[in-house]
């Protein structure tokens, strides 16, 4: 195991040599930088296990989800920002947070760079994954052109397991 992961990260180092002097390409540039915050703030399962309590794990490094309308966020309003709960990164802010009825807390727009998409094709559906852009963990999944009346039509939908919330005032 540990030659099959020092193995694959001199792999992932060459190509990120290679996208400093030869290529920008996006798919490049990305195994680059995932690399260098793999380098900083990535832990491994069993660090994870260790600062997480079990449903954190589940959710965050799982890509689990709390059931519907069980979160303490999903209808909490304060004034403040939503963190990452595995890292402490700053992800939303409470101006952003709307009522969507869905079950789970909902924003429309997410801190600039905090928050990264991936397609996720499981259950036979096709979403697009959010995840906090420092620690990779799961967040949940953003869905566009639902009719919010909102700026950016989008709808974050956040497991708030995932989150940790910090009154701004103090
Ligand atoms: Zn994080």
Redesign the pocket.
């Known amino acids: 195991m540990r030659g099959f992961l020092t193995a694959s990260t001199t792999a992932i180092k060459y190509k990120g040599l290679l996208a400093t002097t030869r290529t920008t390409s996006p798919s490049t540039l990305y195994i680059f930088q995932r690399n260098m915050s793999e380098s900083s703030k990535t832990k491994s399962e069993s660090e994870w296990r260790a600062v997480l309590n079990k449903e954190q794990f589940r959710i965050l490094r799982q890509k689990g989800t709390e059931p519907a309308g069980s979160g303490k966020y999903d209808k909490f309003h304060e004034e403040g920002v939503y963190s ?1 709960a ?4 700053p992800l939303y802010k409470s101006t952003t947070k709307f009522n969507s009825g869905c079950g789970w807390p909902a924003f429309f727009d997410a801190i600039p760079g905090a928050v990264a998409r991936h397609t996720d094709s499981s259950f036979g559906m096709q979403r697009t994954e959010i995840t ?1 852009t ?4 799961h967040l949940g999944h953003v869905f566009k052109g639902e009719g919010f009346n909102t700026p950016t039509d989008e709808r974050y939908c956040v497991n708030s397991v995932s989150l940790t919330f910090k009154d701004e005032s103090k």
Do not use: D, F, I, K
């Open positions: 990452c595995g890292c402490g990164t906090c420092a620690c990779g963990g």
